[in-house]
């Protein structure tokens, strides 16, 4: 079966849990690679650059997106975030299943440039539920949490696009629903079309 890496898109609800279950995710299962994104965004309280975030100025994100080191941008809130290339491909190539937790217009459009993309879409149990873990966060204004919820709405709509939802209750159930997608994905015959094809040459050789 083919040794190359696949990309995983996680995207989900600002406050659904995303970066409390990939942690969990990269602790439990070690063929994973989380790529860091670059964001104009200003660091919360306790990130770190090059950790949680590259953090750039606009000039530099709009320098980045010119040179083509981005596989995909999108604005989300009023600022940008960007997937660098490199660190993605290279772990692909080293056959680390790369997990990328962005917003929505980034997943569709990697979708589009690489088919075999897993999309998995984060739930949290109930809006209201959210809307708790949002103001007990205590990293955003309630401002910004009114857009957030928002922009909410707004990706509800887009969540059809996706391959499958994980629902967020228990962070264990969910690392392990998730795990066994990606292996999933994996074994499906359009993501093994090079290993098919060896395969028939060999029968006919035979
Ligand atoms: P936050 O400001 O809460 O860290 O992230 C805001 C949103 O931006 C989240 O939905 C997050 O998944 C998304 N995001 C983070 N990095 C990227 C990226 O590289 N590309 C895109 N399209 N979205 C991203």
Do not use: W
């Not at 990269?26 to 309280?45: D, G, K």
């Not at 984060?122 to 007990?136: F, N, Q, T």
């Not at 009114?146 to 707004?154: E, G, K, T, V």
């Not at 499958?164 to 795990?179: G, Q």
């Amino acid at each position: 079966m083919s040794e190359q890496g696949i990309l995983v898109v996680v995207s989900g609800f600002s406050g659904a849990g995303k970066g409390t279950l990939i942690k969990a995710m990269l602790e439990r299962h070690h063929n994973y690679a989380l790529s860091v994104s670059a964001t104009t965004r200003a660091p919360r309280e306790g990130e770190a650059d090059g950790r949680e975030y590259f953090f750039v100025t606009r000039e530099k994100f709009e320098e980045m997106i010119r040179e083509g080191q981005l596989i995909e941008h999108a604005r989300y809130v009023d600022n940008y975030y960007g997937t660098p290339r490199q660190y993605v491909f290279q772990q692909m190539a080293d056959g680390k299943d790369v997990i990328l937790e962005i917003e929505i217009q980034g997943a569709l459009k990697i979708k589009e440039k690489f088919p075999d993309a897993l999309l998995l879409f984060v739930m949290p149990p109930s809006a209201d539920e959210l809307k708790r873990r949002l103001v007990g966060r205590g990293t955003e204004t309630l401002e910004v949490i009114d857009q957030r919820l928002h922009r909410a709405a707004q990706e509800a709509e887009g969540m059809t696009s996706y391959d499958y939802i994980l629902i967020n209750d228990k962070v264990e159930t969910c690392v392990e629903a998730m795990h066994q997608l990606i292996q999933a994905q994996h074994r499906r015959v359009s993501s093994n079309l090079d290993f098919i094809e060896q395969m028939k040459s060999e029968l006919k050789a035979i």
